[in-house]
């Protein structure tokens, strides 16, 4: 069973502070990641795509990937209350044919005012 | 541009009906999955295309389940004999090609008394 782990949470931090969310995956061989957000009732959201060995940043967003390590990191600066919702690590996996992206079980994260 | 769609939004159902699902992908996305999110549960991978081909259906929890996509864009889910195990929010996503970002659509809430 090839798996992605994440830290369970949930995470709470203060307006302002920087979030960490951290992510493993055991499937050597996967070369896309992702970060998705999900509110509570609402679907997955893309927050950020990362394909590369380094970091990524996208505003407030900077993904982090090592794959030798099997790991992928997600930092959210200078936090909102906007951003409290569940944080879903995902890895691209291809077996034969197929093509999926598994999941880890999220890790819900809350900003306090 | 539109997003991914999904119809219907909530279905209620009773125990040994059949029901099905729609998704209507992205214009020009070849590939579309479907995925399964059951309440408190992560989110759980049943299918892929490519086209209008799935490779591998073993994702499917059980054979009560099948898809089907044509014309290379609308997919259905079918659940035939619903069971109350089968209550959950069911997640279509789609991609410009299987290694991409996955956008997911708003999900379709079945409930099965």
């Known amino acids: 069973q090839k798996e992605v782990e994440q830290n369970s949470g949930p995470l709470s931090v203060p307006e302002g502070a920087i979030a960490s969310l951290n992510c493993t995956y055991s499937?050597?061989?996967?070369?896309?990641f992702f970060w998705y957000r999900q509110y509570s009732g609402k679907s997955p959201e893309l927050i950020m795509s990362i394909y590369s060995n380094g970091d990524k940043e996208d505003g407030r967003f900077t993904a982090q990937l090592n794959k030798a390590s099997q790991y992928v990191s997600l930092l959210i600066r200078d936090s909102q209350p906007s951003d409290s919702a569940t944080y879903l690590c995902?890895?691209?996996?291809?077996?034969?044919?197929?093509?999926?992206?598994?999941f880890g079980k999220g890790t819900l994260l809350t900003v306090n005012p | 541009g539109a997003g991914v769609s999904q119809s219907p939004s909530n279905k209620v159902t009773e125990k040994g009906k059949d029901v099905e699902l729609r998704c209507d992908p992205i214009s020009g996305h070849t590939a579309l999955y479907w995925y399964r999110q059951s309440l408190g549960q992560g989110l759980e991978f049943l299918i892929y295309f490519q086209g209008n081909s799935a490779p591998d259906k073993s994702g499917l929890p059980s054979d009560r389940f099948s898809a089907e996509r044509t014309g290379g864009s609308v997919s259905t889910l079918t659940i035939q004999r619903t069971q109350q195990e089968d209550s959950a929010v069911y997640l279509c996503?789609?991609?410009?090609?299987?290694?991409?970002?996955?956008?997911f659509g708003p999900g379709t809430r079945l409930t099965v008394l």
């Open positions: 996503a789609s991609s410009p090609d299987p290694t991409d970002t996955q956008y």
């Open positions: 499937d050597r061989v996967s070369q896309s």
């Open positions: 995902a890895v691209n996996q291809r077996g034969g044919s197929n093509y999926k992206l598994t």
